[in-house]
T-cell receptor
Framework: KAGVTQTPRYLIKTRGQQVTLSCSPI?????VSWYQQTPGQGLQFLFE???????NKGNFPGRFSGRQFSNSRSEMNVSTLELGDSALYLC????????????FGQGTRLTVV | SQQGEEDPQALSIQEGENATMNCSYK?????LQWYRQNSGRGLVHLIL?????REKHSGRLRVTLDTSKKSSSLLITASRAADTASYFC???????????FGRGTSLIVHP
């Protein structure tokens, strides 16, 4: 079974631009969560999608958004990028919202210059 | 915000020694998990312990949970250089099974 796939692996963007990151969960997994990891704040939960609906949301500004497609693939979007958005963005899939063990992708390293 | 906090932040040991990491959390939990992350990569699930369990083993890993103290420990026995990584505890609570992570312990095992 293929693992969680995140694309792209690395990204460099300029302040003010927007970016879209993609995540394909493990086949059969319907829950996709996104996390931001920075040295200062650690792993912060962004949001979770299940059955194309956002089920939970962390404490991030509205510039961070996401969506999930009918095949469970998910995208997250960050608009009006700031330097502080530079981070490793991790996607995690779970079979459903009732399972806690999460399977992570390799992450997308976003650098904002 | 972090639910769990690992201690110590960094740990440096020699190959063959045991490594112990601790995690403290603030509110009642459903489950506690430990994950490993190699530098700049995704997290890998190591072990899950439920709130009604006290101890669990998996290979060279031993996890304990003390819900009265709201704390857990991860013991890695006979450490290897390949165990060098960051280790995170994650908890979930209430009706949400979304794991919330601590800041991690950075473990270096010298060959």
């Amino acid at each position: 079974k293929a693992g969680v796939t995140q694309t792209p692996r690395y990204l460099i963007k300029t302040r003010g631009q927007q970016v879209t990151l993609s995540c394909s969960p493990i086949s059969g997994h319907r829950s996709v969560s996104w996390y931001q990891q920075t040295p200062g704040q650690g792993l912060q939960f962004l949001f979770e999608y299940f059955s194309e609906t956002q089920r939970n949301k962390g404490n991030f500004p509205g510039r961070f958004s996401g969506r999930q497609f009918s095949n469970s693939r998910s995208e997250m979007n960050v608009s009006t990028l700031e330097l502080g958005d530079s981070a490793l963005y991790l996607c995690a899939s779970r079979p459903s919202t009732g399972n806690t063990e999460a399977f992570f992708g390799q992450g997308t390293r976003l650098t904002v210059v | 915000s972090q639910q769990g906090e690992e201690d110590p932040q960094a740990l440096s040991i020699q190959e063959g020694e045991n490594a112990t990491m601790n995690c403290s959390y603030k509110t009642s939990i459903n489950n506690l998990q430990w994950y490993r992350q190699n530098s700049g990569r995704g997290l890998v699930h190591l072990i899950l312990i439920r709130s009604n369990e006290r101890e669990k083993h998996s290979g060279r890993l031993r996890v304990t949970l003390d819900t009265s103290k709201k704390s857990s420990s991860l013991l890695i026995t006979a450490s290897r250089a390949a165990d060098t990584a960051s280790y995170f505890c994650a908890t979930d609570s209430g009706g949400s099974y979304i794991p919330t992570f601590g800041r991690g312990t950075s473990l270096i095992v010298h060959p």
